[in-house]
């Protein structure tokens, strides 16, 4: 079995091939093209060039019920099904059985999935409308669909992000069953553990190339981390790549903003850090690892189960997005499009947005107040705008970054959290982002730096805090603060004792 | 026809347990909240049901004129064109759409109907269907492919047939009239103990529609694609081609309705069905479909057309009372109804 193509937009001459009975691993960063990969298998895009050819036939999809009908299907990483309707409609829409008279035979139906669910060890009633299952049970369901249709690939895109580790030996043990029986399974995960312990081979995308396509088992965990990240182990550090100051910067002695034992379902497991004024903290970790959530769950925008939050020694009691601006704590989100800018007001409408309430006297906002604040920004953060009252949807996403950086600065926070602060805006206007950063830590300002940039991380940041799993993996202080040893935490080079105990129950294949 | 219609309820509650550690085995615990669970979906489901049977039998205690079978043939009459009307909105609604061209259609349906009834039975019904089974395949055609909004897209096609009509009618100048004694007026006006050939009619269409809704392909994917549009197409379902079909059915059962009433009254009035579109949208509603699509019951629908028909009936026995108030009562029940859907919706988003 093979398939060949290239030339997509997204994806550059990608070529690899899948083999029966194998499980597949697909790695890459954001970006790297994976998701368009797995959308052209499933028939949701069409490729450019290239061809697919499934056990040795020229295959086009143009319609995702096509490449489903040819045998390929697909669980993704959210799960996509009704949730209205129950387990048993979920898993045969489509497809359901029928009676003498053409009508849909629901008592076969029902046997059926019972049957078939039962074989994953979930036990839930067919009836049960979906969406009042667990988020895993509902991800078992898709998978339930997925492999009841014959299907001879099945193609899962981060199915284990919302199981609970229990479901997760479930899926595993089904993976084998599907090995056994001779399909070919592509698996998209960021967890390393997991790829080891179930794939036989992996490709890796980059910037959507096609980087390498091997045995996994000879295969080095740097190595794979180095090629998923594009950087060369041997490769010197060159100097000045960023435009952060060579040196660091003067912390505070006392933090200003402590986090201790964050947790949240599923996504934080008892985080803790600590952020001085002054100095910039970097967060690392492969996507995945919990850095956005971290950053979102300190300013108050994701539900926590437990943990506590002091800023300049007092506890925050309830955590909204609210209380966390109020306590000085401002977050720049990753997606500024979606969480971010309102492209149709204008540059100052923009920037004054958050701080209307300080501006207005019973409910009256003081234009010229407002114009003097938008001055001052626009000039320190040099956006190029042709005027403030230029639409921020017609600046480059440089300039737009910056508007949304002078947002959060006219509140006069204590803690600044970026979130990706220089994804997607062009090299010049990265450097001036960049040495913005530096010049607010400077200030005095504690940093908090979320950056898949692994130059700007090393060098943008005075200490990093490494997470994986949405736990912390490790921290970097002083000169520890290199590639070569970020690297190292980033694969997990030092396994914990519970991993080599799941690694000795693996069996042999 | 309705024993498995996927709606919301409020969810069972969900336990948190810390990651890692061997959880309970669940099933255990879901005895006692299926049954629950089960109650409240039954109340949600035949909530409307039982306020309807509620007015009946309170008002048949109050006015004992309500409860002779007389009045019973007059509110169902009534009520038949309407749950026509109402039939095709519930599917259109179940997939996230809705039709605002009902009520232009059905006025038109009958004017077509009238006209053709010169020319015979057939030509007095194929006439209205085609043209009104056309102007809802335009509707399908214009959403599904051109991916436009429907709330547009049928509000165009209601201006467009109401214009049609006029255009047919110089402008309400002349009204067409079914022959007298012709097979298709009788179809309007003929009975079976007294209860009207329109009932009977859209009681077997109901009876139809429930088993096209629960027990076909079809009526699944209408269900999937108000539930979750994407995951539909995903799945590898003819979202496309489903909503087409449904938008043309709902034309058709417009169009039915319209010559049914022509038959009924004899003639192609022109000025009916005005605002008919926001009576079949309320009676859909009242009746349990959610009007964001994904859940509903056609059962749900018929009880809520007969809520409104016995509100108007009650009004009217009343007597005292301004038959405007009758908006005013089937807005209240509207309201009442949006309310606990809302509040259902956001138990469900909790999950």
Known sequence: MSKRFSGVVALDDVSFSLRAGETHALVGENGAGKSTLIKVLTGVYRPDAGELRLADEPVRFSRPSEAQQAGISTIYQEVNLVPLMSVARNIFLGREPRNRLGLIDFSRMHRETAALLGGFGVRADPRRPLHTLGIGTQQMVALARAVSVNAQVVIMDEPTSSLEPREVETLFRVIGDLRGRGIAVLYVSHRMDELYRICDRVTVLRDGRHIHTGDLAGLDRMQLVSMMLGRDLAEVRRAGVTNFAAEGHEAARTPVLTATGLTSRLQLHDISLSLYAGEVLGLGGLLGSGRSETAKALSGALPLDSGELTVDGTELKRLTPAAAIRAGISLLPEDRKAEGIVPGLSVRENIVLAALPRLSRGGVVSRARQDRIVEIFMKRLRIKASSPEQKVGELSGGNQQKVLLARWLCLEPKVLLLDEPTRGIDVGAKAEVQSLIDDLAREGLAVLLISSDIEELIEGADRIVVLRGGAVAGELAGDEVAEDRLLEVLADHAPAPEDNATAAQEDPR | ?351
């Not at chain 2, 709606?7 to 347990?17: F, G, I, M, N, Y």
């Not at chain 2, 089974?133 to 429907?150: H, S």
């Not at chain 2, 995903?234 to 309705?257: D, E, N, Q």
């Not at chain 2, 003639?267 to 579109?277: L, N």
Request: with cysteine.
């Open chain 2, 1 to 351: 026809m309705n024993e498995t219609t996927p709606a919301p309820t409020v969810p069972a509650p969900v336990s948190t347990r810390a990651p890692g550690k061997t959880a309970p085995p669940r099933p255990a615990a879901d005895a006692g909240q299926t049954g629950r669970r089960r109650a409240a979906e039954l109340l949600q489901r035949q909530g409307v049901l039982a306020v309807l049977l509620t007015v009946v039998i309170a008002a048949s205690f109050i006015y004992p004129t309500f409860a002779s079978l007389d009045n019973a043939r007059g509110v169902t009459i009534q009520a038949s064109f309407l749950a026509v009307v109402a039939l095709g909105m519930t599917m259109v609604i179940i997939t996230g759409g809705i039709d605002l061209s009902v009520g232009s259609v059905f006025a038109l349906g009958g004017v077509l109907a009238a006209w053709a009834s010169q020319y015979g039975f057939l030509a007095a019904l194929l006439v209205p269907l085609t043209v009104c089974g056309a102007i809802g395949l335009l509707n399908g055609f214009l959403i599904a492919r051109g991916n436009m909004a429907p709330f547009i897209v049928t509000l165009a096609t209601l201006l467009g047939a109401r214009g049609l009509l006029l255009t047919l009618t110089d402008e309400g100048a002349t009204t067409h009239l079914v022959p007298k004694d012709s097979a298709f007026g009788e179809l309007g006006q003929g009975s079976v103990w007294g209860f009207g050939y329109p009932i009977l009619i859209a009681l077997v269409l109901f009876g139809a529609g429930g088993i096209v809704l629960q027990r076909t392909s079809f009526g699944q994917t209408l269900f999937a694609v108000g539930g979750s549009s994407d995951a539909a197409t995903l799945m590898g379902l003819p979202v496309v081609r489903t909503k087409i079909l449904v938008y043309t059915l709902s034309g058709l059962l417009a169009g039915l309705a319209g010559a049914l009433n022509a038959a009924r009254l004899s003639s192609g009035v022109t000025i009916v069905g005005v605002g008919m579109e926001l009576d079949a949208i309320s009676a859909v509603v009242i009746g349990g479909t959610l009007l964001i699509g994904g859940a509903g019951s056609i059962s749900g629908t018929l009880w809520g057309v007969l809520l409104l028909a016995v509100i108007q009936n009650l009004i009217n026995q009343i007597g005292s009372l301004n038959s405007s108030y009758q908006s005013v009562v089937s807005g209240g029940f509207l309201i009442v109804v949006v309310v606990a859907q809302r509040y259902l919706a956001r138990s469900r988003r909790t999950t």
